[in-house]
């Protein structure tokens, strides 16, 4: 069982803005900050969004994050086809002195 | 250009030992934090281990604690996971894992491609 929260999916059409939210503690989220990342299928993940909100050089600006408390989100807006993956929050968490993460997001583009 | 390579993976019996190796170029890198992230087949990620710039400082999950250990030769820009009494749950794709600061073990902006990891007799 996942530290983190995730939804297990998340859907949209072709332009649609979705968001992915992420749930935890305030041992984790609360207190440090969230990274997002991004694995298409059969390949590594990549780092989408670290700090809560800043994206690495070469990351499309249709990609933001955000935190709230013990919660962090992931938006896309217009999703396009490529967008298909599974999406993975992460945080350091202080009580278990390790990282955390969600079970990960499966993105659909209906 | 940031690159990280990952070595060393392949099939290891039950209680064998196995050391992994990751080749960093394109930052310096002695001056990171770095960690290993493992995904068993169909599953998610899972945090396995981090190091601190200097080597000082080192972290495990639970589930590998006492069985592996990371280490760094930043002379060499190599991070190492030396993996003993493996188990069948070990089994998994290793991806190594370059922090964003000195001591940042999961906040990161480079993974690499990822070596994997069979237990099976």
């Known amino acids: 069982q996942s530290v983190l929260t995730q939804p297990p999916s998340a859907s949209g059409t072709p332009g649609q803005r979705i968001t992915i939210s992420c749930s935890g503690s305030s041992s984790n989220i609360g207190s440090r900050s969230v990274i997002w990342l991004q694995q298409l299928p059969g390949t590594a993940p990549r780092v989408l969004i670290y700090?809560?909100?800043q994206r690495p050089s070469g990351v499309p600006d249709r990609f933001s994050g955000s935190k709230s408390g013990t919660s962090g989100a992931l938006a896309i807006s217009g999703l396009q086809s490529e967008d298909e993956a599974d999406y993975y929050c992460?945080?350091?968490?202080?009580?278990?002195?390790?990282?955390?993460f969600g079970p990960g997001t499966k993105v659909t583009v209906l | 250009e940031v690159q990280l390579l990952e070595s060393g993976g392949g099939l290891v019996q039950p209680g064998g030992s196995r050391r992994l190796s990751c080749a960093a170029s394109g930052f310096t890198f002695g001056s990171y934090g770095m960690a290993w992230v493992r995904q068993a087949p169909g599953k998610g990620l899972q945090w396995v281990s981090g190091?601190?710039?200097?080597?000082?400082?080192?972290y495990y999950a639970d589930s590998v604690k006492g069985r592996f250990t990371i280490s760094r030769d930043n002379s060499k820009s190599t991070l190492y996971l030396q993996m003993n009494s493996l188990r069948a749950e070990d089994t998994a794709i290793y991806f190594c894992v370059k922090g964003l600061g000195r001591y940042d073990y999961i906040k990161s902006d480079h993974w690499g491609q990822g070596t994997l990891v069979t237990v099976s007799s």
């Open positions: 700090n809560n909100n």
């Open positions: 992460a945080a350091w968490d202080d009580s278990l002195k390790g990282g955390v």
């Open positions: 190091i601190s710039d200097t080597g000082g400082g080192t």
